[in-house]
T-cell receptor
Framework: AQTVTQSQPEMSVQEAETVTLSCTYD???????LFWYKQPPSRQMILVIR??????QNATENRFSVNFQKAAKSFSLKISDSQLGDAAMYFC???????????????FGKGTKLSVIP | ETGVTQTPRHLVMGMTNKKSLKCEQH?????MYWYKQSAKKPLELMFV???????ENNSVPSRFSPECPNSSHLFLHLHTLQPEDSALYLC?????????????FGPGTRLTVT
């Protein structure tokens, strides 16, 4: 079974600075997808960024980028120029092989609570 | 309405009550999911439906009963719950169309069992 580990329960960053959130995963599959989700205090979980395992290039979405190390099974999220609105729980998630009948299961880490200091 | 909506946003119920949670997705997706989110624990997948058919039941107690009348609506019927069932219940949807692999989540229902 796949597992996702986020080793940092809490992190803090100064506004405008850069922070990196860690995620490691365990899988025997070669084809999979990785995601970072953000859950602000209002609770709506939203997708921040995704990475296809077959792509060597790290995904980037504006101030958010990932460092994907497939051999090490590591998938960290870097937030540049941190803003107050970035404060939230961040969840790393793994989507493995097709689970059949048009649906896919996600395995989530426990999350990292990010605080942004003005 | 856009995205995934859930009602009610908050629910307090006694252990002998019967209530239902509702989820609706406006994205044209075919798969819908129920998750339980408890403090300090990873999200737990409860049920998966695809085109109204249940494809996953992750050993969820029978006091939780899902219903999916069509691809846009998903319900979670609750009866004789326990205090440890208090949690945030999240609904999500996804599609198997090429290139669109992520799940979209609703805002959740905060359930308190007294």
């Amino acid at each position: 079974a796949q597992t996702v580990t986020q080793s940092q329960p809490e992190m803090s960053v100064q506004e405008a600075e850069t922070v990196t959130l860690s995620c490691t995963y365990d899988t025997s599959e070669s084809d999979y997808y990785l995601f970072w989700y953000k859950q602000p205090p209002s609770r709506q979980m939203i997708l921040v960024i995704r990475q296809e395992a077959y792509k060597q290039q790290n995904a980037t979405e504006n101030r958010f980028s990932v460092n994907f190390q497939k051999a090490a099974k590591s998938f960290s999220l870097k937030i540049s120029d941190s803003q107050l609105g970035d404060a939230a729980m961040y969840f790393c998630a793994y989507r493995g092989a097709y689970s059949g009948a048009g649906s896919y299961q996600l395995t989530f880490g426990k999350g990292t609570k990010l605080s942004v200091i003005p | 309405e856009t995205g995934v909506t859930q009602t009610p946003r908050h629910l307090v119920m006694g252990m002998t009550n019967k209530k239902s949670l509702k989820c609706e997705q406006h994205l044209g997706h075919n798969a819908m999911y129920w998750y339980k989110q408890s403090a300090k624990k990873p999200l737990e997948l409860m049920f998966v439906y695809n085109f109204k058919e249940q494809t996953e039941n992750n050993s969820v107690p029978s006091r939780f009963s899902p219903e999916c009348p069509n691809s846009s609506h998903l319900f979670l019927h609750l009866h004789t719950l326990q205090p440890e069932d208090s949690a945030l219940y999240l609904c999500a949807s996804s599609t198997d169309r090429q290139g669109l692999y992520e799940q979209y989540f609703g805002p959740g229902t905060r359930l308190t069992v007294t």
